[in-house]
């Protein structure tokens, strides 16, 4: 397919411009075939941008080294360029759009000299669901076609859903080094400087632009810029949630089951939740998706979801198959690594795969590695955010409903962070709007390795959304409160749920095992969904009694005591640290709801004094 093949007029007169803009040697339109995707494989390992895995151990799998500015999210450089500074909010980073799209404008134009303009029609969602999006990316990097072509729906069948006038979310990329006439990239992963690189999100206008990385999080721009950023904009405005979520089906003995949604910030073990395997005989854990949803009303009145991935982009170190056997499986074939380290004999290794080095590695520089323990200065082999790029039909926990369109109905949604004391293993929101509390709330406690925050210190990531909410954080607060009204029958809304697998011992000995043993938690979300579970009322919500959640080896009853125990006092510093350091960021923006709620929780925690 050319070009001039698209039916869809304005999208073809759309690429020719930015074409005209960018002046790559030629146009290739990415038509979703996994001809087409062997093809720009092997040019790349050609090219030496990437190599070839050991088709034995790690068959149709190839891996990549980036430059070494070029390794993560730039958040500094990710803006919101809504039409005024208070429309973005205080927690992103606004530039004025008309200015931006000028300076914008002046980089791409002849950015694409020597290379190949790509253009990537792509689905967020099962290709024709009533949830789905369409977005169109026009990028010069094969690395992002081909992950692009892993963790969405692209191609023929997408433009065929879009017809001759549909709506698209138009998608700007370069990696921002333009070539000279005759040089080549010789192989080296190409970025712009940092002060050069720009993810830009114009909110009014649903655009993307992006200039200068090759990086997943910045150039995948399905990714977290269409599916997060953008999406939260159109779900505000169309009655519908974008969310950085999980989704979970959860199965009981008798066959019953329910599905879950949680957000949590990184670190926070979202995607080992999102693949656990149940340690508790007869339940059943599923994923339908392991980092966004979105959620609309049903015909019936309940909320249903989709994932609008088609494949996992995973952090590698500290996966194994320990920690998470399904996304080493998923893994295992037909799949990109980023930045990790390559064996003699041409595997793959990262740090906390759960086995020592083998031999002589090739690390992420390409320059030799051999593992020693006793070097504490010891750069790693891998890059700390190395990742994977899978297909989310090779993983095993797969639920059979992951792809359909119409979506899976919520019952349960969690949210949760990293907090040694304080925040019991689970406490259940009393309604809708409390639950909205509870997720504006969110956050980690900050350790020693944050060199810029007090150790101690609570870092908020509300909804585990802040870097990824495309508009004023505080009307995202009220939005929510806003689409709680808009259920017809309030017993259809999803119950809320609050869980911190961290607790930790005064003397900082985990008081949870965590992983699989997550399910005991979520069994009794299950029992609260279907009105069974044991609980009891407390000034922060309603919790498990002591008896109510399947103790795992390990876990003694004081234990069990700690993990469900209400620190008034913690607590009653909690509420202090909200309304002092967090909800003033709000300003006027704050919904009175929420203000009222932390009123009331103080009222009640000073009543339990």
């Known amino acids: 397919m050319n070009v001039n093949d698209i039916a869809h007029s ?15 040697e030629n146009i290739v339109i990415a038509d ?7 093809e720009l494989v092997a040019q790349q390992i050609a090219g030496g941008y990437c190599v070839p895995l050991n088709p034995e151990k790690k068959p149709g799998c190839i891996a990549y080294n980036s430059d070494p500015s070029d390794v993560a999210r730039v958040e500094n450089r990710t803006y919101i360029a809504a039409k005024t500074k208070e429309a973005a909010g205080p927690t992103n980073n606004w530039i004025d759009p008309d200015q931006l799209k000028t300076d914008m404008t002046g980089l791409y134009r002849g950015c694409m000299k020597g290379r190949t303009l790509y253009a990537i029609p792509f689905s967020m969602g099962p290709v024709g669901s009533p949830i789905a999006k369409i977005g169109v990316e026009l990028t010069d990097s094969a690395y992002v076609v081909i992950n692009m072509m892993i963790m969405t729906r ?16 138009p998608c700007y990329h370069s990696v921002g080094k333009p070539l000279a006439e005759g040089e080549s990239d010789n192989g080296v992963w190409p970025c712009a400087p940092i002060e050069k690189k720009y993810i830009s999100h114009f909110p009014e206008t649903r655009e993307i632009w992006s200039y200068g990385s090759g990086y997943g999080g910045n150039a995948l721009l399905g990714k977290k ?47 080992n939740l999102a693949m656990l395997i149940p340690t508790i005989p007869g339940w059943k854990v599923e994923t339908v998706g392991d980092d966004i949803a979105w959620m609309k009303y049903g015909a019936d009145g309940q909320l249903y979801a989709i994932n609008p991935e088609a494949g996992f982009f995973g952090v590698a170190p500290g996966t194994s198959t320990e920690s998470n056997l399904n996304a080493m499986v998923s893994a295992s074939k037909n799949s990109i690594f980023t930045n990790c380290a390559i064996t003699e004999d041409k595997d793959i290794w990262w740090e906390g795969i759960g086995y020592d080095a083998p031999g002589t590695l090739i690390d992420w520089h390409g320059n030799e590695w051999v593992q020693d323990k006793g070097n504490k200065e010891q750069k790693t082999a891998a890059h700390p955010n190395a990742r994977f790029t899978a297909p989310a039909s090779q993983c095993p926990s797969i639920a059979s409903e992951w792809e359909d369109p119409k979506g899976v109905p919520i019952s349960a949604i969690l949210f949760g962070g990293r907090r040694a004391s304080t925040v019991p293993l689970v406490h259940q929101s009393s309604n809708w709007n409390h639950g909205v509390f509870l997720g504006s709330i969110v956050g980690s406690e900050i350790t020693a390795a944050a060199l810029d925050l007090k150790v101690g210190s609570i870092r908020r990531d509300p909804f585990a959304m802040l870097p990824f909410c495309g508009y004023n954080m505080g009307d995202y607060f009220q939005h929510w409160i806003n689409v709680g009204k808009a259920a017809k029958d309030q017993t259809k809304l999803p119950k809320i749920f609050y869980v911190n697998w961290f607790r930790k011992t005064a003397e900082g000995k985990w008081l949870w095992p965590g992983f699989g043993e997550n399910s005991r938690v979520l069994k009794w979300v299950f029992e609260s969904c279907q009105g069974t579970a044991k609980s009891v009322e407390t000034p922060i919500g309603t919790m498990p009694t002591l008896d109510a959640i399947d103790r795992p080896a390990g876990v003694s009853e004081d234990d069990m005591k700690q993990l469900l125990y209400v620190d008034v006092k913690g607590w009653l510093k909690e509420v202090d640290d909200i309304r002092t350091n967090h909800y003033p960021k709000f300003g006027d923006h704050l919904p009175k709801e929420l203000a009222e709620f932390l009123d009331q929780m103080e009222a009640k925690l000073k009543a339990a004094l």
């Open 10 to 24: 304005g999208l073809k007169q759309w690429i020719l411009d930015f074409a005209e803009l960018a002046t790559p």
């Open 32 to 38: 979703g075939s996994s001809a087409q995707y062997d």
């Open 154 to 169: 692209v191609g023929s069948k997408v433009l065929d859903v879009l017809g001759t006038d549909g709506a698209f979310v």
């Open 225 to 271: 810029c269409l599916a997060l950023r953008i999406a939260s904009v159109l779900a505000r405005d169309e009655g519908w949630l974008a969310e950085h979520m999980l989704i979970l089906k959860v199965t009981n003995p008798e066959g019953k089951s329910i599905f879950v949604t949680g957000a949590f910030p990184s670190a926070c073990g979202k995607t």
